[in-house]
């Protein structure tokens, strides 16, 4: 089954607004998440990531959350622009599961649409 | 521009016909993928080169496609026999060591 995968598929928000993107996944042996952006016709963008020993890392107006117990994640942006309309993806690199390959699980995404 | 590079970035091959695809990565990342996405989806991995040793490869690359990476730099990826199912996006990352994979823009292939 889908290891990694998003609640919402589309989020609109208005310019300036925060915005909160939410990812489940469910192999709890996993121990390091990426987040990416992606614009039409384009490859997926890092953004940022976190391995299982932090709780929360920020870097220039985003900020991700990584709750293990209930095995969620999620992305804030702040201060949304119009360049943050985007799909954003998070990831599961499960080389540090135990796995003995290394790789990136993805969910579908989610759709970030911002309003003027 | 340094990151990781791919061509060509389309491709529209007949059916039945090979394609291979060329993916330049960072100069001095260690490991290199490859993933396909199809509409609407993730990213799916497909394969894994650590230097020019293949580690792994999902079950969706069939024996039709081929990977290569031989001297631990550039990979080419081929597709032989092309079906109109193997339409999609494929994308190259590399990284260095366990960190973040960069991804390139993509070949965008479509089979007709």
């Known amino acids: 089954g889908e290891s990694v995968g998003l609640h919402l598929p589309t989020l609109s928000v208005q310019e300036g607004d925060n915005s909160i993107i939410n990812c489940a996944y469910s192999?709890?042996?996993?121990?390091?998440f990426i987040w990416y952006k992606q614009e039409s016709g384009k490859g997926p963008q890092f953004i940022i990531d976190?391995?299982?020993?932090?709780d929360k890392r920020q870097g220039q107006r985003v900020t991700v959350l990584l709750n293990k117990t209930v095995k969620h994640l999620s992305l804030q942006i702040a201060a949304t622009q119009p360049g943050d309309s985007a799909v954003y993806f998070c990831?599961?690199?499960?080389?540090?599961?135990?796995?003995?390959?290394?790789?990136?699980?993805f969910g579908k995404g989610t759709h970030l649409i911002i309003q003027p | 521009d340094t990151g990781v590079s791919q061509d060509p970035r389309h491709k529209i091959t007949k059916r039945g016909q090979n394609v291979t695809f060329r993916c330049d990565p960072i100069?001095?990342?260690?490991?290199l993928y490859w993933y396909r996405q199809t509409l609407g989806q993730g990213p799916e991995f497909l394969t894994y080169?650590?230097?020019?040793?293949?580690?792994?490869k999902s079950r969706l690359l069939s024996d039709r496609f081929s990977a290569e990476r031989p001297k631990g730099s550039f990979s080419t990826l081929e597709i032989q026999r092309t079906e109109q199912g193997d339409s999609a996006m494929y994308l190259c990352?590399?990284?260095?060591?366990?960190?973040?994979?960069?991804f390139g823009q993509g070949t965008r292939l479509t089979v007709v």
């Open positions: 100069s001095e990342h260690n490991r």
């Open positions: 192999n709890s042996a996993s121990d390091y």
């Open positions: 990352a590399s990284s260095l060591g366990g960190g973040p994979a960069f």
């Open positions: 976190i391995r299982s020993n932090m």
């Open positions: 080169f650590q230097n020019e040793a293949q580690l792994e």
């Open positions: 990831a599961e690199n499960w080389a540090y599961s135990g796995g003995g390959a290394d790789g990136l699980t």
